[in-house]
Each structure stands twice: as structure tokens, then as C-alpha cells.
């Protein structure tokens, strides 16, 4: 047995309050360091309704110094959208890729990284809370979170925040991919079943329109040969990401990069060499091109469903 929605709930509130406790700490210990190198990149900000339009074009604005770490421990802190502005999105992400480089003394390397672990750790909860505890459906967990945490950026509250020793570089991209997810008959029918039972009007159609919609692609579904293999295959949000360079273990890591890595440096001649965010631009993009094992046909494009065989 779970918990209760009203155990939930309960929960949520304090976990959030302590969160927003030791975002307050960690912030209180950043600005105790001393700063040696800070380049982040603001991204233009994602209207309500915007969330999913693919992006063709990214420009950046870049800060240094003072005004990047400012910027930086705002995104940190920024949960809710009381922070934000109205016309902004509560569904997207602010993303502010970048690095913050701090002297830190192996005291406070520790302390740092304790810091960072707990909020972690409390990210994690926070998520467990919402996506699984809560025992809601997606499409149920917004309006659930905005009743009880009024104006949650989610994502921004799920964000890990990265700790990273001492590197010889770190430079910025852009990472843009394909999602390619088996899945079963069944569970896309269940899918389709559910969303049918809901009843409800999707713009531009109306409740009736909608059903003989999802009626239709029910009937698409059964009519496929047995033994088809069914995919989703997506294309995902283009996202800043970061390479950070070990010289000494020959090693580079890449990382999804939508806040600040905050990197930790023995000393002022330890800073690694920051790279620059180039704007993005869609068309410029060179693919690897890879041909697909077997040729996928689509079937069901608004689930980005395809099949390997039709007949």
C-alpha cells in the first residue's frame, strides 16, 4: 500500500522546504569562495504553449565573471515560477549551460560536495514523490503539483546539480538525438483505450471527432500483421551539453549541461580552459548518418509510432 494523497502532499511541502533550506546554504557557501573563471549562456526563454515546438534556432547570450555566478546561483535557487514571469512556461526548463570555477581548499571541497549530495538526494525524493508516490498518471501530475505547489518548474526542481574536480577543459555543444523505444501492441492500445474512455475534446476537434480519431488508430493497430514490431522513435529537444577533459587519465565525460557545472580548483593555476556556446542553428548540423537496420513506416504520427511492417 502506498502512501495517502494526504501523506503526500504533507511530504512534497517539507521536502521542498528543505530543499529550498539548502539551496540557501549552498548558495551562502559559493559566495564565501573565492571565484576564479564563471562563462554561462543564457537561452531565450520558452513561451506557455511553446513547450514542444522544435527549435531550429538557439541564440546565446554569454556572461562572465560576477554577473554569470550571480545568474547561476538564481537558476539554482529558481523552483517555483513566483520567481519567473507569467507569460513563461512552467513546463519547460530554464536551461543556463555553463561553469562556475571555485578555489577550494580540501575542507571545502568536502563540504561542497556533502552540500550537493543532500540536495541531490532531496531532487531524487522530490521526483519519487511526484512520479511515483503520488500513484497519478502523467498527464494528472501538473495540475497535481500546481494544486498543492503552486507554480513548480518541475524540471527545474528534478535538476541534479553537478560537482566536478578539478578538469583541464570543459567545453560546450549541442547534443540532438533520436529516441528509439520498443514497445508492445498491448501497451499502446491500453494507451489509446484510456484516452478514449477520457472523453475529452482535443483542439481543433471536437469530443466526437477526437474518439472516431483514436477509434480509427485502434483499428490501424489491430489490422497489423502479427509479429510486428512496433517504435517510438522521437526526435529530442536539442540540449546544451558539456565535454569536460581529465589530462591526467586521458578521459573526457560528456554531460548534459542545463545548468552550471560547479568545478572545484586546488588553486588559481589549476582553471581549466572554458569554451564557448556557439549558437545553434539547425541547418548547420552535421548527422552521422546511420540507415536504420530496417526500414520503419509510420503509423500513428502523433505518438511517433512506427512499425517494421505493414502487410
Aim: aromatic residues 4%.
Amino acid at each position: 500500500m502506498g502512501m495517502s494523497r494526504y501523506d503526500v502532499i504533507e511530504q512534497l511541502h517539507a521536502v521542498v522546504a528543505q530543499l529550498e533550506h539548502e539551496l540557501h546554504g549552498l548558495q551562502q557557501q559559493i559566495m564565501s569562495l573565492r571565484l576564479l573563471a564563471a562563462r554561462v549562456f543564457e537561452l531565450p526563454d520558452v513561451a506557455k504553449g511553446q513547450e514542444h515546438e522544435p527549435l531550429t534556432q538557439i541564440s546565446v547570450r554569454q556572461l562572465t565573471g560576477q554577473p554569470a555566478l550571480q545568474r547561476t546561483l538564481a537558476h539554482f535557487n529558481r523552483l517555483f515560477m513566483q520567481h519567473q514571469s507569467e507569460k513563461l512556461s512552467t513546463k519547460a526548463a530554464v536551461r543556463l549551460p555553463g561553469a562556475i570555477c571555485m578555489e577550494t581548499s580540501s575542507t571545502q571541497s568536502a563540504l561542497l560536495r556533502e552540500q550537493t549530495e543532500t540536495i541531490n538526494q532531496l531532487k531524487r525524493r522530490l521526483e519519487q514523490l511526484i512520479t511515483v508516490e503520488s500513484g497519478l498518471p502523467s498527464e494528472e501530475r501538473f495540475e497535481f503539483v500546481h494544486t498543492h505547489l503552486h507554480g513548480l518548474i518541475t524540471l527545474n526542481a528534478y535538476r541534479n546539480i553537478a560537482l566536478i574536480d578539478s578538469p583541464d577543459s570543459v567545453r560546450f555543444g549541442w547534443a540532438n538525438k533520436h529516441i528509439i523505444k520498443k514497445v508492445s501492441l498491448s501497451e499502446i492500445l491500453e494507451k489509446l483505450q484510456k484516452s478514449l474512455k477520457a472523453g475529452r475534446a482535443v483542439a481543433p476537434w471536437s469530443r466526437e471527432q477526437w474518439a472516431e480519431r483514436v477509434e480509427d488508430e485502434i483499428m490501424l493497430l489491430k489490422a497489423l500483421p502479427a509479429g510486428a514490431v512496433l517504435k517510438i522513435k522521437r526526435p529530442v529537444k536539442v540540449q546544451p551539453i558539456a565535454r569536460v577533459w581529465h589530462a591526467e587519465q586521458q578521459k573526457q565525460i560528456q554531460l548534459a549541461c542545463p545548468s552550471p557545472l560547479l568545478v572545484l580548483c586546488p588553486d588559481a593555476n589549476s582553471v581549466p580552459r572554458l569554451g564557448e556556446l556557439l549558437n545553434y542553428d539547425a541547418d548547420k548540423v552535421v548527422h552521422r548518418y546511420k540507415p536504420d537496420a530496417q526500414p520503419l513506416h509510420l503509423i500513428i504520427p502523433r505518438l511517433h509510432l512506427y512499425t517494421d511492417r505493414l502487410a
